[in-house]
């Protein structure tokens, strides 16, 4: 376990003994459950060969681009898949109503009364979540109660009872262009990488707003650049990230940019030790795990 605090939400599991990870030197060997930090790349698979008896791999991180090629054989991984669906979609929620309702331009003229009249309202708006999982449907939820009118898009169409259906891609060229909001919150795969690319944003009407709260790699930076004054952007990821000092995003007009804000609230550690807690007793028992994704 990656800190004492998960260990200490969790609680008692019968049939488990927790370790930090800083006590794992001599009795790697012991090892069948790994849980990551928070903050996981693809580098939490480089040792994973010295647990030779490990049989789970668990994310704290929704995403796990890159992980599974790297898992040793025999060895499962689990992502983090619903824990993060409440505190993302506030995420994706706060930055769009802040970027609509100009409080990012009122911040930064504080000590001045300067009124910005004809503001978008979320009320009525066209707003459409590109990815439509657990966290594209918490946002969608969160949109419609602010009566914005919500399309969603994902890898294939089909019914939904929230929305009443839900497009394949093959209808984004269609849907585009009345938006005025995207909400992206695809996973980062080398089909979706730079997906948000030129080509889609020029489909996009003047003022609309991107939303990125995937995967920074979503959204392709230099295409974004290049719609300055045209196209406005709120992005709690980016790529690079971390952005670094003098990146020609920080200086650029009508973006809004939070350091990867989304998940890593108050709700993650309850439902955090909520899932582990399951799977932990699933192993002990022999049942199926939750959120085995490779």
């Known amino acids: 376990?990656?800190?004492?605090?998960?260990?200490d939400e969790v609680g008692p599991v019968d049939g488990v003994e927790f370790l930090l990870a800083s006590e794992v030197v001599d009795r790697a060997d012991e090892?069948?459950?790994?849980?990551?930090?928070?903050?996981?790349?693809?580098?939490?698979?480089?040792?994973?060969?010295?647990?030779?008896r490990l049989r789970l791999l668990q994310l704290q991180s929704a995403g796990y681009d890159g992980i599974p090629a790297l898992l040793p054989s025999g060895v499962q991984l689990a992502n983090a898949g619903g824990v993060h669906d409440d505190a993302t979609a506030e995420m994706a929620l706060g930055l769009t109503i802040a970027a609509l309702r100009g409080i990012p331009e009122s911040v930064r003229q504080q000590g001045t009364w300067r009124r910005m009249p004809g503001r978008r309202s979320l009320a009525d708006s066209e707003v459409l979540i590109y990815g439509y999982g657990s966290i594209g449907r918490a946002i969608a939820e969160r949109m419609l109660a602010c009566k914005a009118r919500v399309t969603a898009v994902a890898s294939r169409a089909r019914t939904d009872d929230l929305l009443g259906r839900v497009h394949g891609p093959e209808s984004l060229p269609e849907l585009l262009p009345r938006q005025h909001v995207v909400v992206v919150v695809l996973p980062?795969?080398?089909?979706?990488?730079?997906?948000?690319?030129?080509?889609?944003?020029?489909?996009?009407?003047?003022?609309?707003?991107?939303?990125?709260v995937g995967r920074g790699p979503l959204l392709d930076t230099d295409a974004a650049l290049a719609e300055e004054g045209r196209i406005r952007f709120a992005l709690d990821v980016t790529?690079?990230?971390?952005?670094?000092?003098?990146?020609?995003?920080?200086?650029?007009?009508?973006?809004?940019?939070?350091?990867?804000?989304?998940?890593?609230?108050?709700?993650?550690?309850?439902?955090?030790?909520?899932?582990?807690?399951?799977?932990?007793?699933?192993?002990?028992?022999?049942?199926?795990?939750?959120?085995?994704?490779?």
């Open 1 to 7: 376990m990656p800190d004492q605090a998960l260990i």
């Open 31 to 52: 090892v069948e459950v790994l849980v990551a930090g928070y903050v996981t790349n693809t580098s939490v698979a480089d040792d994973l060969d010295r647990f030779p």
């Open 239 to 294: 790529e690079p990230e971390p952005l670094p000092d003098g990146h020609p995003l920080w200086d650029m007009s009508g973006v809004l940019i939070t350091p990867h804000l989304g998940g890593g609230t108050t709700a993650m550690l309850p439902r955090m030790a909520d899932l582990v807690r399951a799977n932990l007793r699933a192993l002990v028992a022999g049942s199926p795990l939750r959120n085995v994704v490779a």
């Open 188 to 212: 980062l795969t080398e089909e979706t990488r730079h997906v948000v690319n030129a080509d889609l944003l020029a489909t996009l009407s003047d003022q609309a707003l991107v939303v990125n």
